[in-house]
């Protein structure tokens, strides 16, 4: 009989931190968390996700409606400015950092954003399983660590086979937004996503408009205050066969 897997078979695209947590930090896992934070069946690791676990949205939100996703939420500025100004859609969170976890239910219960959930989780998991297939009307990629030494940059989360992940996600017609402030990445992103069979163009010369659904973040200020071009991408879910 095998022995049982104690490792990922794929290298993730973080590296999981350990820190002390505020006395809020603390209380919003302890009160809201019940409300926000999806309870995830685990495979072989902490952030894994158990191959045979399914989201339901529909039961999870109580309604039909569009659902986004957002990988790497961090401190989760962007996704709860997102579900608290457009309470028609529901939103998940993906992130593994428990400290940016805590401020995400903090601003969201601030803001009164129930139409969020988050899930503490290694993403492609996430995408390629736990969302039941075409689940999601949008998926956003924003300044995803850019794993910049080339001896790392097998880490970054869009690498090849990335458009086969995010497309079973999405629905068909559904978007893939990108963005990042690291030239080289941006480049690979679009390398791989144009390679994709799962997805065409959904924008015109080299590269996508700024989307104005994103919240200006501390990691585009700082980006642009380095002197670094931010590269969006949009990319739209081709239909099924």
């Known amino acids: 009989m095998p022995e049982?897997?104690?490792?990922?078979?794929e290298?993730?695209?973080f590296v999981r931190r350990s820190g002390r947590m505020s006395e809020a930090q603390e209380r919003a896992f302890a009160e809201l968390a019940p409300h926000y934070l999806l309870d995830v069946p685990r495979d072989v690791a902490w952030t894994s996700v158990h191959p045979e676990a399914r989201l339901d949205p529909a039961a999870e939100y109580g309604r039909e409606a569009p659902l986004i996703v957002e990988v790497g939420s961090g401190q989760g500025h962007a996704i709860v400015a997102a579900a608290s100004s457009r309470p028609a859609e529901d939103f998940l969170a993906?992130?593994?950092?428990?400290?940016?976890?805590a401020r995400t239910m903090l601003d969201a219960d601030r803001a009164g954003a129930r139409n969020l959930r988050l899930v503490e989780a290694n993403a492609p998991e996430?995408?390629?399983s736990y969302l039941p297939e075409a689940a999601a009307s949008e998926v956003w990629i924003f300044f995803p660590d850019p794993w910049h030494k080339k001896r790392h940059t097998k880490r970054r989360l869009v690498r090849?086979?990335?458009?086969?992940?995010?497309?079973?996600?999405?629905?068909?017609?559904?978007?893939?937004?990108?963005?990042?402030?690291?030239?080289?990445?941006?480049?690979?992103?679009?390398?791989?996503l144009d390679g994709a069979p799962e997805?065409?163009?959904?924008?015109?010369?080299?590269w996508a408009e700024r989307f104005d659904g994103r919240v200006m973040t501390a990691f585009e200020r700082k980006g642009l205050a380095k002197g670094r071009d931010i590269r969006d991408l949009t990319y739209r879910r081709v239909p099924r066969a």
Do not use: H, K, N
């Not at 458009?163 to 679009?190: F, K, P, S, V």
């Open 11 to 13: 290298p993730v695209s």
């Open 199 to 206: 997805f065409e163009r959904a924008f015109e010369g080299e």
């Open 4 to 9: 049982p897997r104690t490792f990922r078979d």
């Open 160 to 192: 090849p086979g990335f458009g086969a992940t995010a497309g079973a996600a999405i629905r068909d017609g559904g978007l893939l937004r990108l963005a990042t402030d690291w030239e080289d990445y941006a480049l690979q992103m679009r390398e791989v």
């Open 94 to 101: 993906v992130e593994v950092f428990r400290a940016g976890l």
């Open 126 to 128: 996430v995408l390629s």
